[in-house]
């Protein structure tokens, strides 16, 4: 199970990396999201796939499951979508005043 979750880490760091070397600004802010994706799922591997029960409730010596990475995943889901939320209205921002996305056509002429 572990090796499928790796390679499903590959594939969306490589997804993210081709929308983020585009030079429109949605695709760079979707392949942030899609990253970081990513990375939660490599948090949520690294901490360990293993079956068990809650520490609490069993007793001492029961096998059971770390919830700490869980935690950690949840409220780096929340930041990420806050943050990700932001920067579209930033971006959507800029489209309304500019009327362009395009990374090249922001940067304006060279006499600027």
């Known amino acids: 199970m572990e090796t499928l979750i790796i390679m499903l880490i590959g594939i969306l760091v490589a997804v993210a990396t081709y929308l ?35 520490p609490l409730l069993k007793e001492a010596n029961a096998p059971y499951t ?17 943050v990700t939320a932001f920067i579209l209205v930033l971006a959507y921002r800029i489209y309304q005043d500019i009327g362009t996305d395009d990374l090249d056509e922001l940067r304006g002429a060279k006499d600027e």
Do not use: Y
């Open 20 to 54: 983020i070397l585009s030079r429109n600004i949605i695709r760079i802010i979707l392949g942030t999201a899609v990253f970081s994706h990513a990375v939660h799922l490599l948090i949520l591997t690294m901490g360990g796939l293993k079956q068990g029960n809650v």
């Open 66 to 82: 770390d919830a700490l990475p869980q935690a950690l995943i949840l409220t780096a889901i929340v930041i990420s979508f806050a």
